[in-house]
């Protein structure tokens, strides 16, 4: 069984220029989510998806930060503009959503993205 | 809000030494527990669960026991190897929010 996927897999990009990054979870998996994770922190979560919508989104920055989940399988998220203290890595993760809490997240190999 | 504490690393152990890693929790309800290891230049992995109070997680060797009496959710291993290197995240979920709250993650460092 494929993992889940994520590209790319680095970005480097100037302040105020926009950034996206793509996710495509195991197949399945109803639940998905984006974490961000700053350099010696624990992920944290932006946005978390049932299926086509988004149920939990109360830390995604909605002023410079979106994300869609077309069809409810593949998911974008964008940063427009960028800025300095973006830099982290962008993680996401699915599960299979038939256990509520209990139910193990799977992670991608998450996008680094540097801002200069 | 939701919140673990882990204790702040790096560890370092020598080969075939006893592991404790520290974790403890504050949380609404009845919280699920996780720990999870990255490995380096890996993604995060599940390492091991325990759902409800005194359950017992365990894999690769490695244990940990849901104790809601203390709040905590210490990782254990009898004896680490080299291949036991890696940040250890300890994490939970809870009914009303199935996101993960990580801790800041603790960092193994096993010599041979």
């Known amino acids: 069984e494929a993992g889940v996927v994520q590209s790319p897999r680095y970005k480097i990009i100037e302040k105020k220029q926009p950034v996206a990054f793509w996710c495509n979870p195991i197949?399945?998996?109803?639940?998905l989510y984006w974490y961000r994770q700053n350099l010696g922190q624990g992920p944290e979560l932006l946005i978390r998806?049932?299926?086509?919508?988004?149920?939990?989104d109360s830390q995604l920055p909605k002023d410079r930060f979106s994300a869609e989940r077309l069809k409810g399988v593949d998911s974008t998220l964008k940063i427009q503009p960028a800025e300095l203290g973006d830099s982290a890595v962008y993680l996401c993760?699915?599960?299979?959503?038939?256990?509520?809490?209990?139910?193990?997240?799977?992670f991608g190999p998450g996008t680094r993205l540097t801002v200069l | 809000g939701d919140s673990v504490t882990q204790m702040e690393g790096p560890v370092t152990l020598s080969e075939e030494a006893f592991l404790t890693i520290n974790c403890t929790y504050t949380?609404?309800?009845?919280?699920?527990l996780f720990w999870y290891v990255q490995y380096p230049g890996e993604g995060l992995q599940l390492l091991l669960k325990a759902t409800k109070a005194d359950d017992k997680g365990s894999n690769k060797g490695f244990e940990a026991t849901y104790r809601k009496e203390t709040t905590s959710f210490h990782l254990e291993k009898g004896s680490v190897q080299v291949s036991d290197s890696a940040v250890y995240f300890c994490?939970?979920?809870?009914?009303?929010?199935?996101?993960?709250?990580f801790g800041s993650g603790t960092r193994l460092q096993v010599q041979p």
């Open positions: 993760a699915s599960s299979s959503s038939s256990g509520g809490n209990t139910d193990t997240q799977y």
């Open positions: 197949s399945g998996h109803n639940t």
């Open positions: 949380a609404t309800g009845y919280p699920s």
């Open positions: 994490a939970l979920t809870h009914s009303g929010r199935r996101a993960l709250t």
């Open positions: 998806y049932e299926n086509e919508e988004a149920v939990d």
